[in-house]
């Protein structure tokens, strides 16, 4: 088949590596312009279009995909198939149309579930168990097309959102070459989505981040897991003789605990800082005060004093 591939992060680069590496043939990618990274003037890398380079294949990265400048120029290579995936634009119908197949694309969830920007970290955070990634053949409706092929992987229990991404980007690319050989040769039988079983994925805020300690203890837990690398699980730490300190709280394990205020430190010795929750109480591993590195609990306690009875929220 004659494919154009649109893909802008990490999560894409399998399966284009996969296509380079099948009898199908990669006319172009088309990726988003070049972005500066948050607080800085350099722009932030792009896999797919290193990759791409260093294939000498032809890069499009139009500010809109469904400009007609940008659908002439996808005209312009008559594609038999647009593979998409993490790409960061939705196409309209009219754009889809351009290819002969129209376009599938690499999701990764167990759609109806988790369809929106973020479901690796949704899954996670809602303390899924297992995930996967889903093939779809796309309509102009954001990932509700029928699915042509999934595939299902277990998440581990203190897996977090960066560790399970690359895992299921590795499992995805396979997957899509099968849809194109099952669409190639008529075969694919795809599977309308239940709309009823459908669940929301959306874009990932700072906000997410606050700790709510009335919560049990696996849910901060999970919280903590699935927004990392970014935005990362915070709390404030209500210091007696200062303002109150910022901390991430990177690794965490849930303990047993008597029943006491959500957020109030129980201990703090030694290798062991616990904090009590709505559900049980956290045992925190590593965290990192505003503006410091990550440190070990027993770094933290030895340069920060927290005390039994203090506050975090």
């Known amino acids: 088949m004659r494919v154009i591939m649109m893909g802008t992060g990490p999560f894409a680069s ?57 659908r002439a120029v996808l005209a312009s290579y008559r594609p038999d198939l647009f593979v998409v995936c993490d790409y960061g634009q939705i196409l309209a119908g009219e754009t889809i ?20 920007a973020a479901p690796i970290n949704w899954a996670i955070y809602r303390g899924e168990t297992e995930t996967g990634v889903t093939i779809i053949h796309m309509t102009s409706r954001i990932d509700a097309g029928p699915a042509i092929a999934q595939a299902r992987a277990p998440i581990g229990a203190d897996e977090t959102a960066a560790e399970l991404e690359p895992r299921l980007a590795e499992l995805g690319a396979p997957a899509v070459l099968s849809a194109i050989d099952a669409l190639e040769s008529g075969a694919a039988r795809p599977i309308e989505q239940n709309p009823t079983e459908a669940t929301r994925a959306p874009r990932l805020k700072k906000e997410f ?93 030895r340069g920060y004093g927290v005390r039994p009875g203090e506050v975090f929220g």
Not at 97 to 116: M, Q, T, V
Request: hydrophobic residues 40%; proline residues 11%; glycine residues 6%.
């Open 14 to 70: 399998p399966t284009l590596g996969q296509l380079y590496l099948s009898r199908h043939q990669v006319l172009a990618l088309v990726t988003r312009p070049p972005r500066p990274m948050h607080g800085k003037s350099q722009a932030q890398a792009n896999p797919m279009r290193e990759l791409a380079v260093a294939h000498g294949t032809p890069v499009h990265q139009p500010e809109s995909i469904n400009t007609p400048a940008a």
């Open 97 to 116: 149309e351009i290819a002969r197949f129209g376009g599938i694309n690499l999701h990764a969830s167990l759609l109806p579930k988790y369809r929106g």
């Open 209 to 301: 981040g606050l700790i709510d300690w009335s919560r049990p203890a696996e849910a901060i837990k999970n919280q903590i897991r699935a927004l990392q690398p970014w935005p990362k699980t915070y709390t404030f730490w209500h210091r007696p003789d200062g303002e109150p300190l910022r901390l991430i709280l990177e690794r965490v394990h849930v303990v047993p605990a008597l029943p006491a205020e959500p957020g109030t430190v129980l201990e703090a010795k030694d290798e062991k800082l616990v904090v009590a929750t709505g559900e049980k109480a956290l045992l925190i591993d590593a965290i990192q005060p505003a503006g410091k590195r990550v440190l070990s609990a027993a770094e933290f306690l």
